[in-house]
């Protein structure tokens, strides 16, 4: 198609204008009838309105808040190859589900499984949409009409409101639990396999991502359940591939649970992995196999984009260094205090903001003890407020996103390239103005 053609191709602005303005003149009339056009909601400026209705609702956003795995904002940026990735998946066909070799039908789970397969020891491995979307069909797979033993302390909830015991519960398995908040032992595990027998499917490990519990504490390690007999389901959450990051070493990491000989390993795609929403299933090849049968995996199963972002971020866990520079969640983990520094004097010096000291998080529930301190740069909003000037930036393109505190705007650098503390300076000196 020419240029020309693409041009002609295009709305016309009465055709436009009138299919928006009818939609916000249908809204309008809504709302009046439910009452909304009473007292000081009466005068509505329509046309800011529809101008607004234009705007894409999935926008762009810088985030200065310094939560390097901000679960509101997307969790992890993806890397610059793999938003290559994604946009070459996204420009037309691709063999998603075809053996280009054979010519026949193929399977999604192929242009991953050989990277996950390398980089973590299993025997076969697949990806589904995320990892709750994992863990279910693990529990359906390995556990559905039977038990699955969990230890008290592991009997978590996840984002959105779900809990480790209904997520056991639509899998169709029944949940026992061991030991107590703060402890549980071997023993416990042993006992209720004894009176279990056969009706046991599973031991489910879930790791409490999001808290920590300390002091007078004691769980089973991956190695010593493994060895109890019964196939267990690690859910390791953030999925930790990089094993010479020091501050992930707190993180359970995949590759030593493969090891131990849990059947299955669930992890996040989009969290410490550094890569797209989704959840990734390592083990042995009969589990997976057993997943792949179950028919949850056509409900949870990952589409073309997600997977070409996957396979993309993966492949950069080859070469470790590489790895750690081209991730930007690594590469923010262990950004060394002079870049920092220097970014945000810039920022300050372009804002008129002051330097403070500040702590960073990592965000998406992982390493929630984990302080990251360094610079951030202070904006003082004036008489309309810290509010006033946060909604201000939220509404800008693209929008910025701080974090208010002590009646000041704090702006992290952390979380921002170079460029990206160049546009939150220029949009900071526009609200400002």
Not at 138 to 148: E, K, N, P, S, Y
Not at 243 to 250: G, M, P, T, Y
Request: charged residues 25%.
């Amino acid at each position: 198609m020419s240029d020309r053609d693409r041009l002609r191709a295009l709305p016309s602005v009465d055709k436009l204008a009138t299919a928006v303005a009818r939609a916000e003149l249908q809204a309008r009339r809504e709302e009046l009838l439910d009452g909304a056009g009473a007292g000081a909601d009466a005068t509505v400026d329509l046309v800011a309105r529809a101008q607004a209705r234009l705007r894409p609702h999935l926008r762009r956003v810088l985030n200065a808040t310094g939560v390097i795995v901000h679960t509101n904002l997307g969790r992890a940026p993806l890397a610059t190859e793999a938003q290559a990735a994604v946009a070459r998946a996204a420009a037309g066909y691709c063999n998603l589900e075809l053996d280009l070799a054979g010519g026949e039908r193929g399977s999604r789970h192929a242009h991953v499984e050989a990277l996950l397969k390398e980089l973590s020891g299993a025997q076969a491995a697949m990806a589904v949409n995320n990892c709750a979307a994992a863990v279910l069909l693990a529990a359906a797979a390995l556990a559905g009409g039977r038990d699955t033993i969990v230890s008290r302390g592991q009997l978590i909830e996840i984002g959105g409101g779900f809990r480790i015991p209904e997520v056991l519960a639509a899998a169709g398995t029944r949940l026992v639990e061991v030991g107590t908040t703060n402890r549980t032992r071997r023993a416990d595990y042993e006992a209720a396999l004894t009176a279990g027998g056969e009706q046991v499917g599973a031991i489910l490990r879930a790791h409490p991502s999001n808290f920590r519990t300390v002091g007078f504490v004691e769980e089973v390690e991956i190695e010593a359940l493994c060895r109890l007999g019964a196939p267990v389901i690690d859910d390791v959450g953030s999925g930790v591939l990089a094993d010479d990051v020091e501050l992930l070493a707190d993180e359970p990491a995949v590759r030593r649970s493969v090891r131990a000989g849990a059947a299955l390993v669930a992890f996040s795609g989009d969290k410490l992995l550094g890569g797209p929403q989704a959840g990734v299933l390592v083990g042995s090849r009969a589990a997976i196999e057993a997943c792949r049968r179950h028919p949850i995996a056509r409900a949870v199963r990952i589409d073309k984009l997600s997977l070409a972002a996957l396979e993309a971020t993966l492949a950069l866990y080859r070469d470790p260094d590489a790895a750690r520079r081209a991730l930007p969640v690594l590469a923010m983990l262990e950004a060394d205090a002079a870049t920092l520094r220097r970014r945000a004097r810039e920022l300050a010096d372009a804002t008129g903001g002051a330097l403070v000291e500040s702590t960073g998080r990592v965000g998406g529930g992982a390493l929630p003890l984990l302080e990251l301190p360094g610079p951030a740069v202070a904006i003082d909003p004036g008489p309309a407020g810290a509010d006033v000037l946060a909604a201000d930036l939220r509404a800008g393109e693209p929008a910025v996103v701080g974090r208010i505190h002590d009646g000041r705007l704090l702006l992290d650098p952390r979380t921002l390239t170079d460029d990206e503390a160049r546009e939150v300076a220029n949009a900071v000196r526009a609200a400002m103005t």
